[in-house]
């Protein structure tokens, strides 16, 4: 749009431009509530993260061995390590990202379980959990 007002005054802006404006303010708006409304959920979502759990083997494999690659085995396989009794804290899995061993197993079994937390998928148990633990400042 060329200026040939010599007052400077652009004059009417087009109603498209107006619009488009008023429609950036107000995403604006919206977008800065939803940043404080979120932040509360953040701060939830880290401590369930320490506290999620994860079943080794998912229920669905519940009973089955888990093969040094982590991959589930039917029992008594030969290398293959028991079901540990009860389900990892989000907080021990972490730990063992870091370096650690999962509590209540020696190295070897630890990396097995680790194994197969790292494989899980979405859609079973312990997934999201170990999902969370992936995120950026978790």
Do not use: H, W
Not at 31 to 39: C, L, R
Not at 120 to 125: I, R, T, V, Y
Request: charged share 15%; proline share 11%; glycine share 12%.
């Amino acid at each position: 749009m060329e200026n040939t007002d010599p007052s400077g005054d652009m004059g009417e802006v087009p109603s498209a431009v107006s619009d488009t404006r008023r429609r950036v303010l107000k995403l604006g708006a919206a977008g800065a509530v939803a940043i404080v409304s979120v932040k509360p959920a953040l701060a939830q979502t880290v401590g369930s993260v320490i506290n999620c759990q994860i079943p080794v083997p998912d229920p669905g494999r519940a009973g089955q061995y888990i093969a040094s690659d982590g991959s589930t085995v039917p029992p008594l396989t030969a290398g293959a390590f028991p079901p540990p009794g009860a389900p990892f804290k989000g907080q021990d899995v972490k730990n063992a990202l870091a370096g650690s061993t999962l509590p209540g197993t020696d190295p070897t079994s630890s990396q097995a379980y680790m194994n197969y937390i790292r494989k899980l998928q979405m859609g079973q148990s312990g997934f999201t959990c170990y999902a969370s633990l992936q995120m950026p400042g978790r």
